[in-house]
């Protein structure tokens, strides 16, 4: 995977039933899922039909406490460089660094809200198909809740160069701040609201938001809010899996 300071390369979807994941997310967002040859672990492929779009893996007994979750990765140059650095700015550790063959050098880290990340080294140069701002089937969009956005806009700009380009005005949440990484889009990073614990958002692609939405529903998932007209005219909404792990969806709408 292309390993740019910054980037996000990879997505990560820890489930309790790998089997009935791969259904819904097949159902909802069009994935086709192989496995990985990983040995020793239940980790499956998601394939967009265009590259790589994440990972699925089975929560085991190796993992006490663990709950459904997406996670990302974003790619460093040197995992341990950026694990000591992430520490010394007041971040923690949630899964030492550690090789995998074949794949890459990653660490699982906690910003100082406590929400977590991969930071990885790929084995590999190949380019990460993982997130694609424009593409169905693919992560479009990276979105950080946090307690304090000034404090944390200043924790992960230092950590990985990332670049503020914008900002929109939320009122009682104040602002909607764009990030960049290396001139490209990422996403955006915003005060968490009241009540709600601070925690990343992964927003997939979807060729239709409503039809999205109905397989959602029928597949035993629920819309927590939306689908909410967004800037460009493309809709949004959030979701919880049938497992519980919350993500994002965007598109448009066809109908």
Do not use: C
């Not at 790589?52 to 996670?71: D, F, H, I, R, Y």
């Not at 930071?119 to 479009?140: I, K, L, N």
Request: zero cysteines; a negative charge; aromatic letters at 10%.
């Amino acid at each position: 995977m292309s390993n740019r300071q910054g980037d996000f390369i990879w997505y990560e979807l820890l489930t309790t039933d790998a089997d009935a994941a791969q259904r819904f997310y097949g159902a909802v967002v069009g994935w086709k899922a192989s496995d990985s040859g990983q040995p020793g672990m239940d980790y499956r492929i998601l394939d967009a039909g265009d590259g790589p779009a994440g990972g699925l893996m089975q929560l085991n007994e190796q993992m006490p406490g663990a709950t459904p979750v997406w996670l990302g990765y974003v790619g460093v140059a040197d995992v341990d460089a950026a694990v000591a650095d992430w520490t010394a700015a007041g971040g923690s550790v949630q899964m030492p660094a550690m090789d995998i063959p074949n794949v890459g050098r990653m660490a699982m880290l906690a910003d100082p809200d406590g929400v977590p990340l991969y930071v990885m080294r790929g084995a590999v140069d190949e380019v990460s198909t993982a997130f694609r701002v424009a593409d169905a089937r693919h992560v479009r969009w990276n979105e950080i809740a946090v307690k304090d956005d000034k404090a944390s806009l200043a924790f992960y700009q230092e950590r990985f160069g990332w670049t503020a380009v914008d900002k929109m005005p939320m009122g009682e949440l104040g602002d909607y701040h764009l990030l960049a990484a290396n001139g490209v889009n990422i996403g955006a990073l915003m005060r968490s609201p009241a009540g709600h614990a601070p925690r990343w958002t992964y927003y997939i692609g979807v060729g239709d938001i409503d039809v999205a939405m109905a397989q959602i529903q029928a597949g035993g998932g629920q819309v927590l809010d939306g689908p909410h007209q967004i800037p460009g005219g493309e809709y949004s909404l959030h979701a919880r899996d049938p497992q519980g792990a919350a993500f994002g969806l965007v598109g448009p709408r066809i109908a």
